[in-house]
């Protein structure tokens, strides 16, 4: 009986110049596919209709939901959902975007917890408070002061607590702040 013993190919022996071969082969795949695909930095979102989701928000909850009003050009809300968030707090938020490419998220919430405010601010730190037109805002600063939000905090359980968190500068923070009206609920 004799036994034939097939050669096994250098290649399949896993030498270090073949690997190096195949990394390189792979490398110039990979840097290919790189070079292709297109990389977005900026998700352009439509605007949607806040104003008619805070008023039939505020039908449905008897809440005094805020949106603002005359900002002028350039501003436009891009997000407005009512659901359940931290601490399953019922929570009406918008998200505006502003003539800067900043954006601006709304949250609006009765009888929420220390978590939700929290989560609402980013986590941000307490900086004191600021007055805009009849009421004073809570100033919370965000990473290290790249980001703030301001917070209305509700008295009583049943009273709204209203957030605004920042993208861009605090000057655009004020303005929207200081342009939000009651809304008219829904009939």
Do not use: C
Not at 38 to 53: F, I, L, T
Not at 104 to 119: C, D, E
């Amino acid at each position: 009986m004799t036994t034939t013993q097939s050669r096994r190919s250098a290649y399949s022996m896993g030498s270090l110049p073949n690997m190096v071969r195949s990394m390189l082969v792979l490398g110039v795949i990979v840097a290919a596919l790189i070079a292709i695909v297109p990389r977005v930095s900026h998700v352009d979102r439509p605007p949607v209709d806040a104003a008619g989701k805070a008023a039939y928000v505020a039908a449905q909850t008897g809440w005094p939901v805020e949106l603002p009003t005359g900002l002028g050009a350039g501003w436009f809300a891009t997000v407005a959902t009512d659901s359940p968030m931290t601490d399953k707090v019922r929570t009406f938020t918008t998200v505006w975007s502003a003539p800067d490419g900043s954006d601006i998220a709304l949250k609006q919430a009765v009888g929420v917890t220390s978590g939700w405010l929290s989560r609402s601010v980013n986590d941000g730190e307490p900086s004191g408070q600021v007055q805009i037109g009849r009421r004073t805002w809570e100033r919370y600063v965000v990473d290290s002061g790249a980001r703030f939000a301001y917070a209305l905090k509700g008295s009583g359980e049943d009273a709204l607590t209203i957030t605004a968190i920042t993208t861009g500068p605090e000057d655009g923070l004020r303005t929207f702040v200081a342009a939000l009206q009651r809304v008219k609920p829904a009939s």
